[in-house]
């Protein structure tokens, strides 16, 4: 008798400890196939402007409740924004921030640099390059100034658009749709005495920034510094980066000695072939290079 239970209880556990594995290996499996939908979903949205809940679903070959929820999720985490206006959705560059170290190794990054050496050679203080990303700029490179008095930045770092002037670079000549949403903003926050926040401000600075092809910032945004950016142009012509050089308002004086590098190397690097990033950041292929750039 106590060896037919025995034998009894062996099944059991037997039995059970099969479907356990069983259990986990189905958990398992529905999780590799999550993050297999989920890394679809970025490929998609990285080769669209903006797409509609029901696209996605057909593309990542998911219900629309469950792709409804991977987006909400990723907008919540920041990854995704959404279009008021068509309730479509599109990629932030905040995969940028979280592949800051990956980035130095991409090519429109190394295609920067040369410009950003020379440009830091030339006047000795602290050079960034970076992108519009909603109401922020990203920084996706920089080169530290050798002076001992210099800007504080890194790379992934978040800066309002308004109020720097690689941000303002961006905005002169971003779609007039976006400089109504962020312009249009009354609850605008005054960094220093010297920022501006007045809707009819804004406009009149970045009207004047697209007269004179360039952009300032002293002391708007952090006091004791000033900045300098101008516009970088894809070959098709959008602006899709700006290069800037920031310096202790101490050199404010000296602008108009950094201001004519500034633009040239912008114009240079703006004139080099190579794969073209359109302003929403989808790349395509250019003269016949795989290569990607900024």
């Known amino acids: 008798m106590r060896a037919i239970c025995h034998r009894v209880m062996c099944g059991y556990w037997i039995c059970a400890s099969w479907k356990l594995r069983g259990f986990f290996t189905m958990a398992k499996n529905e999780l590799v196939s999550s993050v297999v939908k989920l890394v679809s979903l970025f490929e998609a949205l990285a080769t669209q402007d903006e797409m509609a809940l029901s696209d996605i679903s057909n593309t990542i070959k998911v219900h629309k409740s469950t792709a409804y929820r991977f987006l909400t ?7 995704v924004k959404q279009n008021a206006e068509n309730e479509k959705y599109s990629l932030t560059l905040r995969l940028f921030e979280v592949g800051a170290e990956v980035l130095a190794r991409l090519d429109e990054k190394e295609a920067a640099r040369p410009v950003m050496k020379k440009l830091a050679e030339q006047t000795q203080e602290t050079v960034h390059l970076g992108m519009l990303d909603g109401e922020d700029v990203v920084y996706i490179d920089k080169i530290d100034s050798p002076q001992t008095l210099r800007m504080y930045s890194k790379i992934g770092l978040r800066s309002p658009a308004y109020c720097t002037a690689i941000g303002k670079a961006l905005l002169a000549w971003a779609p007039s749709d976006v400089i109504t949403h962020l312009v249009g903003q009354e609850n ?37 510094v000033c900045c300098i950016a101008a516009p970088i142009r894809n070959m098709a012509g959008e602006v899709t980066a700006a290069i800037s050089v920031a310096m202790p308002t101490l050199w404010w004086p000296l602008l108009s000695e950094l201001l004519c590098p500034c633009r040239s190397q912008a114009i240079s690097f703006s004139e080099q072939p190579r794969a073209v990033l359109t302003a929403q950041g989808k ?7 795989s290569k990607r750039a900024l």
């Open 73 to 79: 999720s990723l907008k919540e985490l920041g990854y």
């Open 188 to 224: 605008a926050y005054r960094f220093t005495d010297y920022t501006l926040v007045e809707p009819y401000r804004i406009r009149e600075e970045l009207h004047k920034i697209k007269e004179r092809g360039y952009a300032e910032d002293n002391e708007e945004h952090e006091m004791g």
């Open 283 to 289: 790349r395509r292929s250019n003269l016949g290079r």
